[in-house]
């Protein structure tokens, strides 16, 4: 069974930087996407960034295009988030997600088609 645990959520002000941290324990497992997902309060969660295995092909929301970055490890047993120029609409609970088996890229960022998540990690981002 695939295990993640997130880091490096907190508080910031608008127009600040926070890095996530996913740390991933593949147990055998072949994965094939990694993503960071979010979930307001009251809101449902949705895709923020994923990144294929091997860092091959990125993909953003809208949403945050410009200002956060998803990357791996050069051991690909980490996963990060760097987000820029945060605005308080990007306050959160951001979630780690893996999925072990392909998928097709209009897909990526479809919450349901992950196997695995994290505990979640908050972020708050004051105006």
């Known amino acids: 069974q695939v295990q993640l645990v997130e880091s490096g959520g907190g508080s910031v002000q608008a127009e600040g930087s926070l890095r996530l941290s996913c740390a991933v324990s593949?147990?055998?497992?072949?994965?094939?996407?990694m993503g960071w997902f979010r979930q307001a309060p009251g809101k449902e969660r949705e895709g923020v960034a994923v990144i294929r295995s091997g860092g091959q092909s990125r993909y953003y929301a809208d949403s945050v295009k410009g200002r956060f970055t998803i990357s791996q490890d050069s051991t690909f047993v980490t996963m990060f988030l760097q987000m820029n120029r945060l605005k308080p609409e990007d306050t959160a609970m951001y979630y780690c997600?893996?999925?072990?088996?392909?998928?097709?890229?209009?897909?990526?960022?479809?919450?349901?088609?992950?196997?695995?998540w994290g505990q979640g990690t908050q972020v708050t981002v004051s105006s």
């Open positions: 997600a893996a999925r072990v088996s392909p998928l097709g890229s209009s897909r990526v960022l479809v919450e349901s088609e992950y196997n695995y």
């Open positions: 593949r147990n055998g497992n072949t994965i094939y996407y």
